[in-house]
């Protein structure tokens, strides 16, 4: 998230936002009460002598402005048990929202919130109590929650002399003096911000204990308590309470819990990008079998070296370095970016070797930045798949209905061009969710290793137990965007018991 390669394009029209957040709104508001109605039917089936019922809702999309999804990159740039199986939703498509996120508890009592999953940052941070910004509502109608330290039993804050604070504070040159509360100010790659204070406390997740099965556990975690976001961190179209941030640094929640033994250092995440959510789990994988890559040294995100470009069966002729731009060496990995960005010369070569398949075409430049055309038949069929090739012979393929999206009735290329980016961001190469979704990758930080392989998001994944040597299944997920308010709550209990009481009777 740091460094995020986008710009903001221009923005729609007010009475097209308008109404196209009234479709939201009103599409969330259905799914709810759809949600209320078969979920009282089917307690009354229960209570009446029928079966057992289960809720099951597959996350859908809903299709919002090109301008958003560039502001949204913008935005985001004890003993070791089996796994921990980490519930996500959302989706990354080009043409829906493109945001994945967790619910985890936090607290003693825990309490639920919802965090973007985001591998390209290294500090997980929530909004808390008297943030004067935040939102009470963000992405789909969620209903967020402010983090309070006080509510907390195991709630504690952060001051300077902490160790941790020292390493945070060790590149910085604001001042940190002893008994200070430890500050923190995260700065993403287009000026956006959050910006608190740190705190300790008990982050609740699910520990695999068997085949689709999880108990409750917990680990200390410092993370940042956020007093201020900025006002882009702060839209309520797709505000969420906070960022996870799964870095390579010491101070990300993944490095925290293995360097206090509670797992290993190691992680996958499948996101599904047809059905929405997916599978982000804990621990050593052992199906599938994955091909795996060096991590280039010395560098602050996850980057590999890719060593070429295929489109088709032809292979792009690139200059040697093109895939270093001053510090930065490889491409960048990152769940965080929706789209993927590659330097000018890269991005020019691409363009035109993928639409010289279909040289007819009439060719629109979409809110200046996405190249776009009129074409109704099956893009798989009339375009070519792109395999970018890494070392160890880690090839990774995206096919056209991957990287093409439907818009207003023309499709996209979803191919971004970090040439016209600024600063340190110009000409790197990130890959985001158009290349990762429907692909299980796998970060071996004990092994500074990662790859990938395509596999069904919707399925299974099997960890092993380091401990037992047993392997269990970890399945996917799709957190429901549907929240209701406490006063919502309180009337659907009622309707509730209501309906239980009236079958009891009728039963009798």
């Known amino acids: 998230m740091n460094n995020r390669a986008a710009i903001a394009a221009a923005a729609p029209a007010a009475e097209a936002e308008r109404v196209e957040k009234m479709g939201r709104n009103n599409s969330n508001s259905i799914f709810c009460l759809l949600f209320l109605v078969n979920f009282l039917n089917l307690i009354s089936t229960k209570v009446n002598g029928g079966g057992v019922f ?105 001051t300077c002399e902490w160790e941790f604070c020292k390493e945070i504070m060790r590149d910085s040159s604001s001042g940190c003096t002893s008994n200070e509360t430890c500050l923190y100010t995260e700065v993403y790659g287009d000026g956006s911000f959050s910006m608190g204070y740190f705190v300790e406390d008990f982050v609740q997740y699910d520990r695999v204990s068997g085949d689709l099965q999880t108990q409750s556990a917990n680990g200390s975690v410092i993370f940042g308590c956020g007093a201020g976001p900025s006002a882009d961190l702060s839209s309520s179209d797709d505000a969420l309470d906070g960022v996870l941030g799964f870095g390579k640094a010491n101070s990300s929640l993944i490095s925290q819990l293995a360097s206090a033994g509670r797992v290993k250092n190691m992680f ?88 010289s398949w279909q040289p007819d075409l009439k060719l629109q430049i979409v809110h200046d930045d996405y190249t776009c055309f009129d074409y109704s038949d099956s893009v798989d069929d009339g375009f070519p798949p792109v395999t970018f090739h890494f070392g160890n012979s880690l090839n990774l393929t995206v096919y056209p209905h991957d990287y093409l999206f439907p818009f207003d009735g023309l499709m996209c290329v979803g191919w ?59 399945g996917a997920h799709s957190i429901p965007s549907c929240a209701f308010s406490q006063s919502a709550q309180k009337a659907f209990i009622f309707l509730l018991l209501m309906t239980l009481l009236q079958a009891i009777f009728t039963g009798l």
């Open 268 to 355: 996958a995440h499948c996101l599904d990008g047809v059905n929405g959510g997916g599978i982000f789990a804990i621990g050593h994988v052992v199906q599938p079998k994955v091909n795996m890559t060096a991590l280039v040294p010395n560098q602050s995100h996850y980057n590999v070296n890719m060593t070429a470009i295929e489109v088709g069966h032809a292979m792009l002729s690139l200059p040697t370095e093109v895939f270093t731009v001053g510090d930065t060496k490889g491409a960048i990995i990152d769940s965080g970016t929706t789209l993927a960005y590659f330097p000018e010369v890269v991005y020019q070569q691409l363009v035109v070797k993928i639409l």
């Open 416 to 474: 971004q061009n970090s040439g016209v980016l600024s600063g340190e961001k110009t000409n790197i190469t990130l890959l985001g969710d158009l290349v990762l979704s429907n692909k299980l990758v796998l970060y071996d930080l004990e092994n500074q290793t990662i790859g990938w392989t395509t596999y069904n998001c919707s399925s299974s994944i099997k960890l092993k137990d380091e401990i037992t040597g047993s392997v269990h299944l970890v």
């Open 54 to 158: 289960q809720v099951d809702y597959k996350f859908a999309g809903t299709e919002r402005s090109l301008s958003a999804l560039r502001e949204h990159d913008s935005i985001r740039h004890l003993q070791i048990i089996a796994g921990v199986d980490l519930p996500i939703g959302g989706t990354g498509r080009p043409d829906a929202v493109g945001l994945y996120y967790a619910k985890i508890g936090i607290g003693t009592p825990s309490k639920d919130y919802y965090v973007q999953v985001d591998t390209g940052s290294d500090i997980m941070w929530v909004n808390c109590i008297n943030c004067q910004q935040c939102p009470t509502r963000g992405y789909r109608g969620l209903e967020l929650t402010q983090y309070n330290p006080k509510d907390s039993l195991t709630g504690q804050l952060i």
